[in-house]
């Protein structure tokens, strides 16, 4: 019952488009498109690819699909590899690459494997390291207990929401991992089987699940194989499919285990006995008899076939129906021949499986009205510049500006010295020394104001364009022209516009982006009035108005002196000629200030430009949101004519279905907007993110709330209300998908078909439906039926056929008679011998083969302990610059034959020629005293050869208790040397 | 001009006399009410622009005006003297009396005018220098 860590590795383009279906069948269920203890990897030879899938929210990377490129940018590393004298040299590449594969044009495999098998396979070894650890790395990620409890939470909720008691355990910890993918091409057909082979051998995974597509039968039986030689893609396809087929039934019968190559991964021989896969499942396009997937114009629709995979491993991904079909394979392994080989010597270990579900498609409705809801709300923000409320637009740009113009003019001019305004300054200064400078006569006045309050520092020259106020103001303000602050400075004064922008539209003052516009422009009127105000050049130092004072009269007023007024009229000229002195002191301080102004002013109207620039950014954004939201929906409310997929609905139609879950959003749009803009960023700042991602943050804040209102469907209710003739032409395609003579698999092999009905829902009902089926004899009586409450948007038929041999395809040997008309054809086997793997041709010699390595390396084994335990078996030849070690052994007729041991090559000469072993009969010989048959016995435990050697002597009658003390001691020797003590089994040279 | 004046002068003297015993002639009474205004035209001026400067007035602006508003003051109220002393006939008018008033109006005159001037510019100054 319980889900298990699993990773699914799509290899290729057809393993990536298998996982992205089955993503989407996850995300049906748990609106999410992977658990936590899943991860998709795929494994590609084409360079670029990323995953994207509008109906999925924007993603956390350990989401999404991870995608290891596996391409060969050029050619002569892989030379390197092969060329003996290289120190890249790796002896297991070159046992099995094609040499002639290096000649491919381009010298470079970027965009896929070119249908090359062997280019599958050559990609896959020469980026195995990052293959490897993103493998390794997805294992970890899945069985971290991190992962496995944020999944036990995750269907804690799900059961909670489903008002559903959860099994326990909910997770295992026994990883697993599925391998899917096409064998027709290159990259999938060419690199799955080492993969298995690592994932069993290094990676210890305990179960590894193949599920691969293959030719169509009828395209295979089709062909003629004459016409084949020509190089056409079709007959590629059905030659690298047979080529594959011929891999894996080599590498799943255990009688090939031991033929050098036969367990290879890139990482070298992996020396295990174990098959690379646990169960392999082959589907393709057409099943027995005339069912087969095919578009609306007659042609094989492999998206139908990529589908019905998917959904066969969404099935086994959540627990109840993995256990199902875990039972129909444990069932087929506990037949008679399954694992055996059929008579022609093709190991009974495959299957191939159909199945036919209707499917209430709540996600594609939920999405269907998100996206249309998502479209309507684009056209609200997109808005009309005709319809736009100027007035009201233009109120609210005066009244934000008139808030911030204090702050923003604050901020541009900032007129401190020393820790105090300039302006204080002044008069400060002025009111300090008012009564010496009314003390002065009226005449002095002038010539004293022009020396005020210093003559070194007088004010007058400190306000000049390049006195020292005027050189603070401008250095003040260069502050933050210079350096990034000025940028800094905008950034967050534009910030504040932006968000007085975001606020309106929040609030709804604004409405729509094009409002926002109307606003920007708005304030930009309001800041050029601002910059009209500030004077162009720098103001003129106003003599004239100073002289004014001088021109007052003075004080020789005698028309006031005959009245006894002269003292007064002065007293008050002076002071209203210091005050004017003030005034002249400020209004130039506030000219200085304005002048440098204007700079500033300029540079917040270009950064309002920019702005302004956004939002036309923006606005393409929303047009592209709207556009792509009603694409897609125009997408999801044209159901796919999956021929074995009955979509039901509630309302009868999918239009219905979505108007109706568009009503479930009316009237929520608070609840939406904050689903959607976040509380931290501003409405603006999401719009400006990726179009794609502002798409899938609104859709997928609608499609949750839809999805909440859609969550109690019952597929298997509205299955249910199908007629008998709807159900009957939809079940009966629930047939294993690879054209097989069933016939004689069940009857003569005795082999039957599996059969499982899986529904959700009201468990009652699914048990009346499966009755009712059965009695229409869509089904037969004694088929298991699933009931998994998870999955109760689908009602599924499900056929296996199990224990199948490559050679009970109907394509068998029309497939096989076009890879064979195609002898050395280039690529389409992976070994350098194009019938390495090929059961039916060569054994015998494959065997001879495996016995004369194994041959080798037992004389190498023997040779070292010769080495150390009787060294003076060995004689030098040769001269000194280069001696050899021979064995002597005397031949036919007495005569001494030499053989030379030190190379490789040497051994492999003696193995050659010695054909009675006389060679390890003499060490052994040497070793233990025994002449005879030591070459036979050698394979026997050491310990039972020196048994026998003692048993011997002693029925002679010798003393044997010296002899066992030797042995003894030599044994505990070759133990330590062949490192496996107490376990003679293994102590045995191999 | 000036010698007529200077007789003026000289006749002050006897006339000032024969005011106090009574025995004043008519003209001469009205060329003693003539300089007598002249001090109440003093008076007017220092009292006026007293008063408007304490009010506020830029006080060369109250001066001049009410300089100018004194002499002005000063030939209406003179004219109103040689009115009365045409009136009286008397014959026996010396001619220089005629001569010396007219050019007491003219100084009145430019006199007034000037402090007119003065009270425009000074207006003009003030309000630049407090603008």
């Known amino acids: 019952m319980a889900l298990r860590p699993t990773i699914f590795i799509g290899i290729g383009t057809t393993g990536l488009e298998m996982l992205r279906a089955f993503r989407r069948f996850v995300y049906e269920t748990y609106e999410i498109p992977q658990l936590p203890i899943f991860k998709q990897l795929v494994i590609e030879t084409r360079e670029g690819i990323i995953d994207t899938d509008s109906w999925f929210p924007v993603l956390h990377p350990s989401e999404r699909i991870e995608i290891v490129p596996a391409v060969i940018r050029n050619l002569n590393a892989v030379r ?304 009309d510049a005709a319809r736009a409320n100027r007035n009201a637009i233009s109120a609210y740009a005066e009244e934000d500006w008139n808030a911030n113009i204090a702050r923003i003019e604050g901020k541009l001019i900032v007129d401190s010295h020393r820790g105090r305004s300039i302006r204080d300054e002044i008069r400060n200064a002025i009111q300090d020394q008012r009564n010496q400078l009314l003390a002065l006569p009226f005449a002095e006045l002038w010539s004293a104001m022009q020396t005020f309050p210093t003559i070194s520092r007088p004010l007058v020259r400190r306000l000049e364009l390049n006195g020292e106020y005027s050189t603070v103001i401008a250095n003040n303000l260069a502050t933050p022209f210079t350096a990034d602050l000025m940028e800094v400075f905008l950034g967050e004064l534009a910030g504040t516009i932006l968000g007085a922008v975001d606020q309106r539209l929040t609030n709804g003052d604004l409405t729509s982006v094009t409002d926002a516009q109307i606003y920007i422009e708005q304030l930009k009127n309001h800041i050029r009035g601002r910059i009209a105000a500030c004077p162009v050049d720098p103001p003129p130092v106003n003599i004239q108005l100073l002289r004014s004072i001088q021109n007052l009269g003075g004080d020789s007023n005698v028309w006031a002196a005959v009245i006894g007024l002269k003292d007064r009229a002065t007293e008050q000229k002076k002071a209203a000629a210091i005050a004017r002195f003030e005034c002249y002191l400020l209004d130039r301080l506030e000219s200085l200030k304005l002048f440098y102004m204007r700079g500033p002013l300029k540079e917040l109207i270009q950064a309002l430009d920019r702005r302004k620039r956004e939002l036309d950014e923006v606005l393409k954004v929303v047009q592209e949101v709207r556009n792509d939201a009603l694409e897609l929906a125009d997408e999801l409310r044209t159901v796919p004519n999956w021929m074995n997929v009955g979509f039901v609905f509630r309302t009868g139609s999918i239009d219905k279905d979505i108007a109706a879950a568009e009503n479930m959003v009316t009237g929520r749009m608070p609840e939406v907007m904050a689903r959607i803009v976040p509380s931290n960023i501003g409405l603006l700042r999401f719009l400006r993110d990726d179009s794609s991602a502002v798409f899938a943050g609104m859709k997928s804040a609608f499609q949750a709330l839809i999805l909440n209102e859609l969550r109690t469907d019952d597929a298997t209710k509205l299955t249910v209300d199908l007629g008998n003739e709807a159900l009957g032409s939809l079940f009966s395609r629930a047939v294993p998908y690879e054209d097989l003579d069933l016939r004689r698999i069940q009857e003569v092999r005795g082999t039957r078909m599996v059969e499982m009905t899986i529904g959700g829902g009201n468990e009652a009902l699914l048990e009346r439906l499966v009755r009712r089926m059965s009695e229409l004899r869509l089904i037969r009586g004694d088929a298991r039926v699933v009931h998994s409450p998870l999955a109760d948007h689908l009602v599924v038929v499900y056929r296996e056929q199990g224990a199948l041999a490559i050679d009970d395809l109907a394509m068998a040997n029309k497939a096989a008679a076009i890879l064979a008309s195609r002898p050395g054809q280039f690529g389409h086997a992976t070994h350098r011998k194009e019938d390495f793997y090929d059961v039916e041709r060569g054994m015998a010699e494959k065997e001879r083969q495996h016995d004369r390595v194994r041959r080798i390396d037992c004389l190498s084994e023997w040779l070292l302990a010769a080495e150390v335990l009787c060294p003076e078996i060995f004689m030098l030849t040769g001269d000194r610059r280069n001696p050899r070690r021979v064995i002597v052994i005397k031949g036919k007729g007495g005569i001494d034959r030499s053989y030379p041991v030190d190379q490789p090559a040497d051994r492999a000469e003696i193995v050659n020629e010695d054909s009675d072993s006389k060679v390890i009969d003499r060490i052994v010989g040497t070793l233990f005293g025994i002449r005879e048959n030591a070459d036979r016995a050698q394979p026997e435990p050491l310990q039972a050869i020196a048994n026998a050697e003692i048993n011997r002597r002693r029925n002679k009658g010798e003393n044997v208790a010296a002899l066992e003390k030797i042995l003894e001691k030599k044994l505990q020797i070759l133990d330590a040397m062949f490192d496996a003590p107490g376990d003679a089994n293994e102590t045995a040279p191999s | 001009m000036f010698n007529n004046l200077l007789e003026i002068v000289k006749d002050l003297g006897p006339v000032l006399v024969s005011i106090s015993q009574g025995k004043v002639p008519l003209q001469n009474s009205i060329l003693v009410g003539y300089l007598l205004a002249y001090a ?68 009145d005159l430019i006199l007034a005018y000037m402090a007119w001037k003065h009270r425009v510019a000074a207006r003009q100054e003030w309000h630049t220098l407090i603008s």
């Not at chain 1, 062997?118 to 390794?136: F, K």
């Not at chain 1, 589908?307 to 392994?333: C, P, Q, W």
Request: aromatic share 10%; hydrophobic share 45%; net charge negative.
């Open chain 1, 80 to 383: 390197d590899r092969i060329d003996r004298q290289h120190q890249n040299y790796d002896q297991a590449l070159a046992d099995w690459l094609p040499e002639d594969l290096l000649n491919i044009q381009g010298n470079q495999f970027v965009n896929g494997a070119s249908n090359i098998r062997a280019a599958g396979r050559l990609c896959l070894w020469m980026n195995w390291r990052e293959i490897d650890q993103a493998i390794e790395s997805a294992l970890n990620t899945v069985i971290a207990k991190d992962n496995r409890d944020a999944t036990v939470d995750l269907l804690l909720k799900f059961y909670e929401q489903h008002n559903m008691a959860p099994p326990y355990p909910l997770v295992d910890d026994r990883p697993m991992v599925y391998l899917v993918g096409s064998l027709c091409g290159g990259t999938c057909s060419g690199m799955a089987v080492d993969i298995a082979n690592n994932l069993r051998a290094v990676q210890r995974v305990p179960s590894i699940y193949g599920i691969f597509s293959t030719v169509d039968a009828q395209t295979a039986i089709g062909m003629n194989p004459d016409n084949a030689r020509q190089t056409n893609e079709r007959a590629n396809h059905v030659a690298n499919t047979w080529a594959a087929l011929t891999e894996l039934d080599f590498v799943l019968n255990s009688q090939t285990k031991d033929v050098p190559g036969a367990r290879v991964s890139p990482v070298g021989e992996i020396g295990i006995d174990d098959a690379p896969f646990d169960y392999v499942q082959l589907v393709s396009p057409s099943a027995s008899g005339t069912i087969r997937f095919v578009d609306g114009t007659g042609y094989v629709d492999l998206d139908q076939l990529n589908n019905m995979v998917a959904l066969s491993l969404f099935m086994e991904a959540i627990g109840e129906v993995h256990d199902g079909k875990e039972a129909i394979r444990t069932d087929y392994r506990q037949i008679a021949r399954f694992n055996q080989n059929n008579e022609r010597g093709h190991v009974q270990q495959l299957s191939s499986f159909g199945l036919a579900a209707v499917l209430y498609p709540r996600t594609r409705i939920a999405a269907a009205a998100a996206c249309l809801q998502t479209a309507k709300l684009c056209e609200r923000w997109i808005g």
């Open chain 2, 40 to 107: 109440m035209a003093f008076l007017l001026a220092r009292a006026w622009s007293r008063e408007d400067s304490a009010q506020g007035m830029h006080v060369d602006e109250a001066v001049y005006a009410a300089w100018a508003t004194a002499f002005v003051a000063h030939i209406v109220f003179s004219v109103a003297c040689a009115f009365i002393w045409g009136s009286q006939n008397v014959e026996s008018t010396p001619a220089a009396n005629y001569s010396i008033f007219s050019l007491f109006i003219t100084i």
